[in-house]
């Protein structure tokens, strides 16, 4: 759980900088970004080897069949994660698509893994994302929509998040945890 918990306090250290300190950081000026890039990258990469070699805890036991509202939270997650990307009508009715999507994202495997490393893996990106909107909320103030895109953007960002979530689940099947069981336990 070390490696699991520093990786966390990377991520989310990296990724809050720039929000709590913010002159800190301007003042750091091009090569801030760089620094900030490689404690990002090494919280990625503590993150998955440490929960990929976390010991199991069982902190609750998912529901039963509770894998195919995950599978639907997942298509959902990845779609969203791209609206503010390709910018069709989506992006203009969510403020914060993508910390949207990374909740949801949270909120599916916490729906389905009930060990202690999820719960701090899993629990931990969710309150980053929330903390994160609720930061960006204060300090940008009210959200002025912007205009929206061609409707295709969107029909072309469902397709696309649909490959990508077949290359995800792809990925999660060669892995030993085929999320089509509905089962996951």
């Keep these: 759980m070390v490696l699991l918990s520093l990786g966390i306090v990377l991520w989310v250290g990296g990724h809050m900088f720039k929000r709590v300190a913010p002159d800190l950081r301007a003042r750091m000026g091009d090569p801030g970004k760089g620094l900030v890039t490689v404690i990002i990258t090494l919280g990625l990469v503590l993150m998955v080897w440490g929960y990929r070699t976390a010991d199991h805890v069982p902190v609750y036991t998912p529901l039963p069949e509770i894998g195919y509202l995950n599978n639907l939270l997942m298509a959902i997650a990845v779609v969203l994660l791209g609206a503010g990307v390709l910018k069709g009508v989506i992006w203009t009715r969510i403020r914060h698509p993508q910390f949207l999507a990374t909740m949801i994202w949270a909120t599916a495997h916490l729906l389905v893994n009930g060990d ?47 490959a990508l979530y077949g290359a995800i689940t792809s990925t999660h099947i060669y892995l030993n945890h085929n999320p089509f069981m509905g089962n996951y336990f």
């Design 116 to 162: 202690l490393a999820a719960v701090l893996l899993f629990g931990s990106m969710w309150l980053w994302a929330a903390v994160s909107i609720l930061l960006i909320n204060r300090q940008e103030g009210a959200w002025v929509r912007p205009p929206p895109g061609p409707l295709m953007r969107d029909a072309v960002l469902v397709g696309i998040g649909l």
